[in-house]
T-cell receptor, first 115, second 115 residues
Framework: AQKITQTQPGMFVQEKEAVTLDCTYD???????LFWYKQPSSGEMIFLIYQGSYDEQNATEGRYSLNFQKARKSANLVISASQLGDSAMYFCAMRENSGYSTLTFGKGTMLLVSP | GAGVSQSPRYKVAKRGQDVALRCDPI?????LFWYQQALGQGPEFLTY????????KSGLPSDRFFAERPEGSVSTLKIQRTQQEDSAVYLCASSLGLAYYNEQFFGPGTRLTVL
């Protein structure tokens, strides 16, 4: 089974609008971390936001917020006031506490912001 | 401070050639990870190091792939007798540790094209 599922291959949004990128995850660990990365066409992975499994508050970083619903195992990224520079691939990833854990990525969502 | 650097940024190899990809992690980061990202996909784990020890190489696709980090800093991913299916972006990441909450910082990647 997929550990990270991103069901939206592509999303379109107009500049200044908000957009939600979906992510669901699957783990039996109690301790885990959820990460969102942005990958522009240049190829670099840019860290956006982190949510720990024990964090009671949803994480926020500037225009980025993470809508964490633990019971539903979802960790959606919300981008407020979209900008043209937000056009990129967005990846949801998880790091589990069991063993020596690495990041497991979803397939990504391509976001296009139009003027 | 300096981020993770990788060289070369682009590599074109003829099928059957050997290639070596270099990663310079952030100073002080003991954990180093290699990922392979095929076109249109999320990164997939290859191997990781804690200092000079290679703790997991279960993601290496074949015995043609070899990674080392002899002094616990710079790492090299070597691919012998390259095949067309090896064409991908190879990403290196480093982090302070292996805990699930440790953020991984990524380099710009090496885009390998095998003709």
């Amino acid at each position: 089974a997929q550990k990270i599922t991103q069901t939206q291959p592509g999303m379109f949004v107009q500049e200044k609008e908000a957009v939600t990128l979906d992510c669901t995850y699957d783990t039996s660990d109690q301790s885990y971390g959820l990460f969102w990365y942005k990958q522009p066409s240049s190829g670099e992975m840019i860290f956006l936001i982190y949510q720990g499994s024990y964090d009671e508050q949803n994480a926020t970083e500037g225009r980025y917020s993470l809508n964490f619903q633990k019971a539903r195992k979802s960790a959606n990224l919300v981008i407020s006031a979209s900008q043209l520079g937000d056009s990129a691939m967005y990846f949801c990833a998880m790091r589990e506490n069991s063993g020596y854990s690495t990041l497991t990525f979803g397939k990504g969502t391509m976001l296009l912001v139009s003027p | 401070g300096a981020g993770v650097s990788q060289s070369p940024r682009y590599k074109v190899a003829k099928r059957g050639q050997d290639v070596a990809l270099r990663c310079d992690p952030i100073s002080g980061h003991v954990s180093l990870f290699w990922y392979q990202q095929a076109l249109g996909q999320g990164p997939e784990f290859l191997t990781y190091f804690q200092n000079e020890a290679q703790l997991d190489k279960s993601g290496l696709p074949s015995d043609r792939f070899f990674a080392e980090r002899p002094e616990g800093s710079v790492s090299t991913l070597k691919i012998q007798r390259t095949q067309q299916e090896d064409s991908a972006v190879y990403l290196c990441a480093s982090s302070l540790g292996l805990a699930y909450y440790n953020e991984q910082f990524f380099g710009p990647g090496t885009r390998l094209t095998v003709l």
